[in-house]
C-alpha cells in the first residue's frame, strides 16, 4: 500500500502520543513534582541574577530603581519556598493569593462587563489552585496533550485515507467530472 506523507505523519503523532501517554498516565506525579521543583531552581537563578545586576548597575548608576531589588528578592524567596516546601502548600498560597489579587482587581474596575469577561475565569482558576492542587491540573493537562497528540494522529491518517481513495478512483477513470460548455461566437 502506497503510503503519503500525511498517514506518515499521523502514524508518528499515533506512536509518540501512546509512548507520551504511557509515560504520562502512570509517573505524571513525578513530572509534575520535577517540573515544579525546576520552576523553583529557576525562580532562584533569575532572582538573583535580577539581585546582581541592580547592585552592579547601582554603582554606576544612582537612579535605578529599587522595585527591580524587591522582584528579585520576591522570587528568589517563592523559588527557595516552592523547592522546600510541598506543592499542596504552595498550590494553596497561591491560589490564595490570585484570588484575592483577583477580587481585589474586580473591585477596582471601573466597568462592570469587564469585571465579568476578565475576572470570571481567574476566580475559577484560583478555586481549581486551591482545591485540586498543581499536581491535579498538571496531570489532566499532560493527559489532555496525550490525547490530542493521538486524535491529531488519527485525524491526518483519516484525511491522508480519504485523499488516496480519491487519487485511486481518478487513477481507475471511477470518477466523472461532469462541465458544461457553451460557445460564444465573436
Request: proline content about 1%; glycine content about 6%; charged content about 15%.
Amino acid at each position: 500500500m502506497f503510503m503519503n506523507k500525511k498517514s506518515m505523519i499521523g502514524m508518528y503523532y499515533i506512536i509518540l502520543g501512546t509512548i507520551f501517554a504511557l509515560i504520562v498516565w502512570p509517573f505524571g506525579d513525578a513530572i509534575i513534582n520535577a517540573i515544579v521543583k525546576i520552576l523553583g531552581i529557576c525562580l532562584i537563578i533569575i532572582g538573583g541574577i535580577i539581585i546582581y545586576i541592580h547592585i552592579n548597575i547601582k554603582k554606576i548608576n544612582f537612579s535605578f530603581h529599587q522595585n527591580y531589588l524587591y522582584d528579585g528578592i520576591i522570587k528568589i524567596i517563592f523559588g527557595i519556598f516552592i523547592l522546600f516546601f510541598s506543592s499542596r502548600l504552595v498550590s494553596l498560597i497561591l491560589g490564595i493569593c490570585f484570588l484575592l489579587y483577583t477580587i481585589l482587581m474586580a473591585i477596582f474596575t471601573k466597568k462592570i462587563k469587564d469585571l465579568f469577561s476578565i475576572a470570571i475565569y481567574k476566580i475559577i482558576i484560583s478555586l481549581m489552585l486551591i482545591f485540586c492542587g498543581i499536581e491535579n491540573i498538571g496531570m489532566w493537562v499532560l493527559r489532555i496533550i496525550s490525547i490530542l497528540i493521538i486524535a491529531y494522529g488519527f485525524i491526518l491518517l483519516f484525511i491522508s485515507n480519504n485523499h488516496f481513495k480519491k487519487q485511486e478512483e481518478q487513477a481507475n477513470g471511477n470518477s466523472f467530472i461532469d462541465a458544461e460548455f457553451e460557445e460564444i461566437d465573436k
